[in-house]
């Protein structure tokens, strides 16, 4: 078995958004240009009409093994049956994962900037419930 599934994890030490802006950091801070998708790279790379989401530049603060469940959440809730459900998965990945800014979520899926945000408030706080029911 692998060693890093033995590893317990403390999901409630963070809040849904907590985990996901600790997740998006380590993603951004370990795949620079390395990516199992290289179009996607060079697609980002290239776009220039992307309004890109001024953040400020947080501290990775997440274990490997923690970001790896993390990303398993979110594959699951990705995965869900439910096309909604599926729909705020990708809005949570375009937002934390990819650091996209609402708009420019909104202007690639053509709804507005209220409805993205509204749809990764729901996704967060599905995953708030979620969290809150898994072992440690």
């Known amino acids: 078995m692998n060693a890093a599934t033995e590893l317990k994890m403390n999901w409630v030490k963070r809040s849904a958004h907590q ?3 600790q997740y998006g950091a380590w993603v951004r801070t370990t795949k620079t240009q ?3 998708n290289p179009l996607a790279i060079l697609i980002d790379r290239n776009d220039k009409t992307r309004i890109h989401a001024s953040k400020v530049s947080i501290p990775v603060d997440i274990e490997d093994h923690e970001a790896v469940r993390v990303s398993k959440l979110l594959a699951k809730m990705h995965n869900d049956s439910r096309e909604f459900m599926q729909e705020r998965a990708w809005f949570l990945i375009l937002f934390y994962e990819n650091n996209w800014s609402y708009l420019s979520i909104a202007n690639a899926h053509g709804c507005s900037k209220a409805k993205v945000r509204a749809e990764i408030d729901k ?3 599905y995953l ?3 969290i809150e ?3 440690y």
């Open 19 to 21: 985990w996901l802006e």
């Open 34 to 36: 390395v990516s199992a």
């Open 123 to 125: 996704g967060l706080s």
């Open 128 to 130: 708030d419930g979620v």
């Open 133 to 135: 029911n898994l072992p």
